[in-house]
């Protein structure tokens, strides 16, 4: 069994897999101020619960855009199952079956690369993938498997809460569909500027990026897949027909991938 630590922004994934099956996975918030004995104090009992034998697991894998973060989880790798963790790194790229530009190998986020790999290895066509978390990305893959670009925006929960935060008179509200563009209080017109707001972005990003990858790398419109993942994507997906596949799974699952083509 492998066990995986994505860490966010916002929440650490936890993950255990058995081969391919995803035997469970845990989701705790992210707090640089913990150190590796906390996470391990929260982390252990949750393991135990889901009769997880510690014994089983071989091999663990981590992947961190919040750098303070990797130190405390080699620890917590180190206590559960007595071994450091694989860390995706610049180190390891060249094992990988995707490829990134020579001037995006330190600029590039890991969480976005195993986005990238997954899309790749599963599809073996261009791609883009929309990642709807704390940021709201998109990681365009050429025909030949090479990372041909990203765009980076405010995720979504990022710009409501951050309205909130910087205006006096809207309330905390639901982030839901609203049933037309003409907000007529508060409530509908936040939803319709957030919402629909960002059903637009994400379609004429996602437009945009097709024509470019197009342009730049000679691959055809038609064969372009586009993927959707992370927490919100189901708020977007009622209202656009944008995406070809839905998968929550994708970043976990390309670092799984990740994980066996560094052991090859």
């Given at each position: 069994m492998v066990l995986i630590f994505d860490i966010g922004n916002t929440n650490v994934k936890a993950a255990v897999f058995d081969g391919e099956t995803l035997v469970n996975e845990w989701r705790i918030s992210t707090d640089i101020s913990r150190t590796g004995d906390e996470y391990f104090s929260i982390l252990h009992p949750l393991f135990r619960s889901a009769n997880l034998d510690f014994k089983m697991?071989?091999?663990?894998?981590?992947?961190?855009?919040?750098?303070?973060?990797?130190?405390?989880?080699?620890?917590?790798?180190?206590?559960?199952?007595?071994?450091?963790?694989?860390?995706?790194?610049?180190?390891?790229?060249?094992?990988?079956?995707?490829?990134?530009p020579p001037t995006a190998v330190y600029e590039i986020g890991t969480d976005l690369l195993c986005d990238a790999v997954e899309a790749w290895c599963r599809y073996k066509m261009p791609c883009i993938i929309a990642d709807f978390g704390t940021a709201l990305s998109f990681t365009a893959v050429d025909k030949n498997g090479c990372i041909a670009g990203v765009a980076i925006a405010p995720g979504i929960k990022t710009a409501f809460n951050s309205l909130f935060a910087n205006t006096a008179q809207i309330p905390a509200i639901p982030l839901e569909i609203p049933e037309s563009s003409l907000g007529k209080n508060t409530v509908t017109a936040v939803q319709s500027g957030i919402v629909l707001g960002y059903k637009g972005l994400v379609e004429g990003m996602i437009n945009r990026m097709k024509e470019d990858l197009c342009s730049e790398t000679g691959c055809s419109k038609q064969d372009i897949k586009v993927i959707a993942t992370g927490g919100l994507n189901s708020m977007l997906e009622p209202i656009t027909n944008t995406f070809d596949f839905t998968d929550k799974e994708l970043t976990i699952r390309g670092m799984l991938k990740i994980l066996k083509a560094v052991n090859s």
């Open positions: 697991i071989t091999d663990a894998l981590l992947s961190s855009v919040v750098p303070a973060l990797i130190g405390p989880f080699i620890n917590v790798c180190v206590n559960l199952i007595g071994k450091k963790p694989v860390i995706i790194e610049p180190s390891i790229y060249d094992k990988l079956p995707v490829k990134l």
